[in-house]
């Protein structure tokens, strides 16, 4: 099963991903965390996606589509993967699908986490996040609830990287659902909801057979 999981930052695509990688067994591909793992190492693929990330940008097409090849030709995603992060544009979504043709592979499900921009926005400045796990919390949390790890705030979190993080998603990454939703495999589902109720919904739509019909699963719009 291969799965694309889409959603603006702060939409909990995180957090929909561990439950997805638990239940299926496949792996998680993360972009993001696998650029701040190069920046981390300050390996020269991390020196350039550094001052790109911290400024709230995305890094070339070259480099992701490179760094996603790598990954999809590993063993562990043989069964399947669920891809988190990536493509961002319809370029990438271009390219992608042709790196998809030349593995021998397909997507089953594109899942999309739909949250309004002014909850993003108060989600995401002052998460914090565990260097070591990757799980995001919010402000004022002591420290991991798996690992114990200082929780640490990432610099695309930065109150000054937020707002252009959305705005480049609104305008650069949207479209390319249209994208997907050509071949009819989006899933729209209301990330407003409580994380069970979200998680429900998410594991019901990738289990859905990709047989021609778009799957929209909205959680209950919230009252006054």
Same mark, same amino acid.
């Given at each position: 099963m291969n799965l694309l999981l889409y959603g603006a930052p702060g939409s909990g695509k995180g957090t929909q991903a561990n439950m997805l990688r638990s239940h299926f067994g496949i792996p998680h591909i993360a972009t993001g965390d696998m650029l701040r793992a190069e920046i981390q190492a300050g390996t020269?693929?991390?020196? +350039? #996606?550094? %001052?790109?990330? #911290? #400024?709230?940008?995305?890094? !070339? @097409? @070259?480099?992701?589509?490179? *760094?996603?090849?790598?990954?999809?030709? =590993?063993? @562990?995603?043989? %069964?399947?993967f669920i891809m988190d992060g990536f493509p961002r544009t319809v370029p990438q979504a271009v390219a992608l699908d042709t790196l998809m043709k030349e593995l021998g592979k397909r997507f089953d499900r594109v899942i999309y986490l739909k949250v309004p921009v002014d909850e993003l926005l108060d989600r995401l400045s002052g998460r914090l996040v565990c260097p070591t796990c990757q799980r995001t919390y919010p402000p004022g949390t002591p420290a991991c609830q798996v690992d114990g790890s200082s929780l640490v705030q990432r610099e695309d979190d930065r109150p000054e990287a937020v707002r252009p993080r959305i705005e480049? &998603?609104?305008? +650069?990454? *949207?479209?390319?659902?249209?994208? &997907?939703?050509?071949?009819?495999? *989006?899933?729209?589902?209301?990330?407003?909801?409580?994380? =069970?109720?979200? !998680?429900?919904? *998410?594991?019901?739509?990738? !289990?859905s057979p990709s047989n021609g019909e778009v799957a929209r699963r909205a959680a209950p719009e919230k009252t006054a």
């Open positions: 020269e693929l991390g020196r +350039k #996606a550094q %001052p790109i990330l #911290a #400024a709230g940008q995305y890094v !070339s @097409d @070259d480099i992701m589509i490179g *760094v996603v090849r790598h990954r999809l030709g =590993e063993p @562990d995603c043989i %069964p399947g480049i &998603y609104l305008e +650069k990454t *949207v479209p390319v659902l249209d994208h &997907y939703r050509g071949g009819r495999l *989006v899933s729209e589902i209301d990330g407003r909801g409580t994380i =069970e109720e979200i !998680s429900r919904q *998410v594991l019901l739509a990738a !289990s």
